[in-house]
């Protein structure tokens, strides 16, 4: 299977960065995974909402040139649905099955998602309810590709 995420923004945080290449490591015996980090578009502290949604699609114009044709695309999304662990899993596998196994999961930057995005991605996942810095939901993104897989190739997994 080829996962890709497209995420707007860079990982400052150390601890972060590690937990994130521990899971790129974990995951390169299941998927061909490729992250790709985009530029977030520089703005002043005080801007106005204007400028803020002019931003967000110049993200999101950068976001969908970087989607390969053909992937089945995910997008994080507070309003999105949830999914449990067993349930990613199963719709990895459904996929597979189908012979379409390139997916590309969208993380957007501290502004969200423009509408564009939203309406070229195949479905809107959310990780929580509970809000999380686009950093972390990264991390918590690998960590469930990583159980999805684990759990499809018949391995233990925490529940």
Same mark, same amino acid.
């Given at each position: 299977?080829?996962?890709?995420?497209?995420?707007?923004?860079?990982?400052?945080?150390?601890?972060?960065?590690?937990?994130?290449?521990?899971?790129?490591?974990?995951?390169?015996?299941?998927?061909?995974?490729?992250?790709?980090?985009l +530029?977030?578009?520089?703005?002043?502290?005080?801007?106005?909402?204007?400028?803020?949604?002019?931003?967000?699609?110049?993200?999101?114009?950068r976001?969908?040139?970087?989607?390969? &044709?053909?992937?089945?695309?995910?997008?994080l999304?507070?309003?999105?649905? %949830?999914?449990?662990?067993?349930?990613?899993?199963?719709?990895?596998?459904?996929?597979?099955? +189908?012979?379409?196994?390139?997916?590309?999961?969208?993380?957007? %930057?501290?502004?969200?998602?423009s509408l +564009?995005?939203?309406s070229?991605?195949?479905?809107?996942?959310?990780?929580?309810?509970?809000t999380?810095?686009? &950093?972390?939901?990264?991390?918590?993104?690998?960590?469930?590709?990583?159980? +999805?897989?684990?759990?499809?190739?018949?391995?233990?997994?925490?529940?």
């Amino acid at each position: 299977m080829q996962v890709q995420i497209i995420a707007v923004g860079k990982i400052k945080e150390k601890y972060l960065r590690e937990g994130i290449a521990e899971y790129e490591k974990r995951l390169r015996p299941y998927v061909n995974l490729q992250i790709l980090e985009l +530029a977030e578009e520089k703005r002043h502290s005080s801007v106005s909402v204007s400028a803020e949604k002019a931003a967000t699609e110049k993200e999101g114009e950068r976001i969908l040139a970087a989607i390969p &044709p053909g992937s089945f695309i995910i997008a994080l999304d507070v309003k999105g649905t %949830g999914w449990s662990s067993v349930e990613l899993a199963e719709s990895f596998r459904q996929r597979e099955l +189908a012979g379409k196994n390139q997916i590309t999961f969208v993380i957007g %930057g501290d502004l969200g998602l423009s509408l +564009a995005v939203l309406s070229r991605s195949d479905m809107r996942l959310s990780l929580s309810k509970m809000t999380f810095t686009h &950093p972390m939901a990264r991390l918590l993104l690998l960590e469930q590709i990583y159980r +999805a897989c684990r759990i499809n190739s018949g391995e233990p997994y925490h529940k």
